[in-house]
């Protein structure tokens, strides 16, 4: 979920993220702060690593620990892989840290505003090294040999809203940074991070108007140039750039003029929907971890009836957090706050049969889902007596994403990010024929989750300043909060292929003898 949906549920002493609860790629929230001419820790936001990264529960009540620290993953990936096993994890890390450092550098920090943006030569060097036409699945299933680990290494696919079955096999990035970089979570709640920034925005003269809806942006007569907003109280409020953070498809059909291009959007494929539980219990619930999974026995048939058929899985795999693991001030003393999303097919109201609508009765499925969640919870961890111990619910389902957030069809993660709905081929970060409006969030370039669309922040404010013709207060070189070499030592100067004089000898002389054992042996079998 992008930042419109970040937000915390407060019951109580009992605090909830309604939205993202963990914190992956670091270096762009970093990034963030530093380009605003400040650090995190200056800020008050104190990231907690969570450890282990996650607990896998299976339907046969088997039990995986996911952790960024490799000796916890090596007996981990062996008991299920055998000893070549590791080395094969380790190709996969490889090859997820080439589509990390692919993405972040050629993607989250660029622009697509046309097709011809897709034809720089410095992305079509290496975009052939990268898995964009294979699945998820297929590019794990290269490396693990097992269906247990495979599953393992793909449910991350949840966090963009597709199956891992059809999203692309870059997308193992996400594994990559959870294993490599570590899952954090803000002392607090992730608004934290969001409090922030307001914060530093008001040090810098931002006025923020809350509980103020937006009815509509104002545009000129000619309805060629965005001149404010009107507030749905009446006010209107002059502005010389419009930035729209609501969900894209629904600025596009709600807030501005209807076209046939917000028609168009309307019907682009979104991401799955949830139904998401926060429940305060009166007691510690000690068989969760901070990130609990707990995976469909019919895994594939599972993300079928999200995707496919737009409808709730008899058996979905669903996503457990227990923020008071890593942070106490989560809950009061010896109890716990526990939140629940379980994916479910987006609404769809389309007549064609197909997937969930607001006329469905929702309290049934709600109470059907509730009991199959405690359920396997209880039969896969031990857990005893989970109904008794819910001392108040709340609970959000696709009805409540739409109508609450106004995303489209309920979708939690904006339009689904497919390979159709990326780079050019993604709504752009401006209208396309009025002047003055600009667009952030999930379902805008470069796409869903904070970190994501931190980074397209950041590629919609360059190109605001560039349209201002104003210069930009960060330096274009390289990412901030990254230490520069220090080139003072002989050390630290990077050689390639630099070998000493004696190394350098036995080459030569093994290029010219196995040249004359070549010339040697094609004589006799020619000559």
Same mark, same amino acid.
């Given at each position: 979920? @992008?930042?419109?949906?970040?937000?915390?549920?407060? @019951?109580?002493?009992?605090?909830?993220?309604?939205?993202?609860?963990?914190?992956?790629?670091?270096?762009?929230?970093?990034?963030?702060? *530093?380009?605003?001419?400040?650090?995190?820790?200056?800020?008050? #936001?104190?990231? +907690?690593?969570?450890?282990?990264?996650?607990? $896998?529960?299976?339907?046969?009540?088997?039990?995986?620990?996911?952790?960024?620290?490799?000796?916890?993953?090596? %007996?981990?990936?062996?008991?299920?892989?055998?000893?070549?096993?590791?080395?094969?994890?380790?190709?996969?890390?490889?090859?997820?840290?080439?589509?990390?450092?692919?993405? #972040?550098?050629?993607?989250?920090?660029?622009?697509?505003?046309?097709?011809?943006?897709?034809?720089?030569?410095?992305?079509?060097?290496?975009?052939?090294?990268?898995? $964009? #036409?294979?699945?998820?699945?297929?590019?794990?299933?290269? !490396?693990?040999?097992?269906?247990?680990?495979?599953?393992?290494?793909?449910?991350?696919?949840?966090?963009?809203?597709?199956?891992?079955?059809?999203?692309?096999?870059?997308?193992?990035?996400?594994?990559?940074?959870?294993?490599?970089?570590?899952?954090?979570?803000?002392?607090?709640?992730?608004?934290?991070?969001? @409090?922030?920034?307001?914060?530093?925005?008001?040090?810098?003269?931002?006025? !923020?108007?809350?509980?103020?809806?937006?009815?509509?942006?104002?545009?000129?007569?000619?309805?060629?140039?965005?001149?404010? #907003?009107?507030?749905?109280?009446?006010?209107?409020?002059? *502005?010389?750039?419009?930035?729209?953070?609501?969900?894209?498809? !629904?600025? !596009?059909?709600?807030?501005?003029?209807?076209?046939?291009?917000?028609?168009?959007?309307?019907?682009? %494929?979104?991401?799955?929907?949830?139904?998401?539980?926060? &429940?305060?219990?009166?007691?510690? $619930?000690?068989?969760?971890?901070?990130?609990?999974?707990?995976?469909?026995?019919?895994?594939?048939?599972?993300?079928?009836?999200?995707?496919?058929?737009?409808?709730?899985?008899?058996?979905?795999?669903?996503?457990?957090?227990? %923020?008071?693991?890593?942070?106490?001030?989560?809950?009061?003393?010896?109890?716990?706050?526990?939140?629940?999303?379980?994916?479910?097919?987006?609404?769809?109201?389309?007549?064609?049969?197909?997937? +969930?609508?607001?006329?469905?009765? &929702?309290?049934?499925?709600?109470?059907?889902?509730?009991?199959?969640?405690?359920?396997?919870?209880?039969?896969?961890?031990?857990?005893?007596?989970?109904?008794? *111990? $819910?001392?108040?619910?709340?609970?959000?389902?696709?009805?409540? &994403?739409?109508?609450?957030?106004?995303?489209?069809?309920?979708?939690?993660?904006?339009?689904?990010?497919?390979?159709?709905?990326?780079?050019?081929?993604?709504?752009?970060?401006?209208?396309?024929?009025?002047?003055?409006?600009?667009?952030?969030?999930?379902?805008?370039?470069?796409?869903?989750?904070?970190?994501?669309?931190?980074?397209?922040?950041?590629?919609?404010?360059?190109?605001?300043?560039?349209?201002?013709?104003?210069?930009?207060? &960060?330096?274009?070189?390289?990412?901030?909060?990254?230490?520069?070499?220090?080139?003072?030592?002989?050390?630290?100067?990077?050689?390639?292929?630099?070998?000493?004089?004696?190394?350098?000898?036995?080459?030569?002389?093994?290029?010219?003898?196995?040249?004359?054992?070549?010339?040697?042996?094609?004589?006799?079998?020619?000559?």
């Amino acid at each position: 979920m @992008d930042l419109s949906r970040c937000s915390l549920i407060y @019951d109580g002493e009992h605090r909830f993220d309604q939205g993202p609860s963990l914190l992956l790629i670091p270096e762009l929230f970093h990034e963030t702060f *530093a380009d605003l001419d400040t650090t995190m820790i200056d800020e008050g #936001v104190e990231l +907690l690593q969570c450890s282990p990264n996650y607990q $896998i529960f299976f339907h046969d009540n088997e039990k995986m620990i996911l952790s960024s620290d490799l000796a916890q993953m090596k %007996p981990e990936i062996e008991k299920w892989e055998g000893k070549d096993g590791f080395e094969r994890y380790l190709a996969f890390l490889a090859e997820g840290h080439r589509h990390y450092e692919f993405s #972040v550098g050629k993607v989250l920090r660029r622009n697509f505003p046309s097709i011809w943006s897709m034809m720089r030569p410095s992305l079509l060097k290496d975009i052939f090294g990268v898995a $964009i #036409v294979s699945s998820l699945y297929t590019r794990a299933s290269r !490396y693990f040999w097992t269906d247990r680990l495979r599953r393992c290494f793909t449910f991350g696919s949840m966090y963009l809203g597709m199956s891992p079955y059809a999203a692309p096999g870059i997308y193992s990035l996400l594994q990559y940074t959870e294993l490599a970089e570590g899952i954090w979570y803000p002392r607090g709640g992730f608004h934290k991070v969001v @409090d922030a920034i307001v914060s530093i925005g008001k040090r810098m003269g931002v006025d !923020y108007q809350l509980n103020s809806p937006v009815a509509s942006i104002l545009l000129s007569e000619d309805e060629k140039q965005a001149v404010g #907003v009107v507030l749905q109280s009446g006010r209107h409020i002059q *502005a010389d750039v419009v930035l729209v953070n609501a969900d894209l498809v !629904y600025a !596009y059909n709600n807030l501005l003029p209807e076209t046939k291009y917000s028609r168009k959007l309307a019907k682009r %494929p979104v991401s799955c929907s949830s139904i998401s539980f926060y &429940w305060s219990m009166n007691r510690t $619930i000690g068989e969760l971890s901070a990130h609990n999974i707990f995976l469909a026995e019919d895994y594939r048939e599972s993300f079928d009836d999200i995707f496919d058929e737009l409808k709730m899985p008899d058996e979905p795999s669903f996503y457990v957090h227990a %923020p008071a693991r890593i942070d106490p001030t989560a809950a009061p003393e010896g109890k716990d706050s526990i939140v629940v999303l379980v994916p479910t097919g987006h609404l769809n109201e389309g007549g064609n049969g197909k997937g +969930l609508s607001g006329t469905d009765d &929702w309290d049934r499925i709600v109470n059907r889902v509730r009991d199959l969640v405690i359920n396997t919870i209880e039969k896969r961890t031990g857990a005893r007596n989970l109904k008794e *111990a $819910i001392a108040s619910e709340r609970v959000n389902t696709p009805i409540t &994403w739409q109508e609450r957030f106004n995303v489209e069809k309920g979708g939690i993660l904006g339009l689904s990010l497919d390979f159709w709905n990326a780079l050019a081929f993604r709504p752009k970060t401006k209208h396309s024929t009025i002047s003055g409006v600009y667009f952030v969030g999930a379902s805008t370039h470069p796409g869903t989750g904070v970190p994501v669309c931190l980074a397209g922040a950041k590629i919609t404010t360059e190109q605001i300043l560039d349209d201002l013709k104003v210069g930009k207060p &960060w330096s274009p070189a390289a990412p901030p909060n990254l230490r520069a070499k220090q080139m003072g030592s002989s050390l630290d100067i990077e050689r390639i292929g630099s070998t000493s004089g004696m190394e350098t000898w036995q080459r030569v002389f093994w290029a010219v003898f196995l040249g004359c054992l070549i010339t040697f042996v094609m004589q006799r079998m020619f000559g």
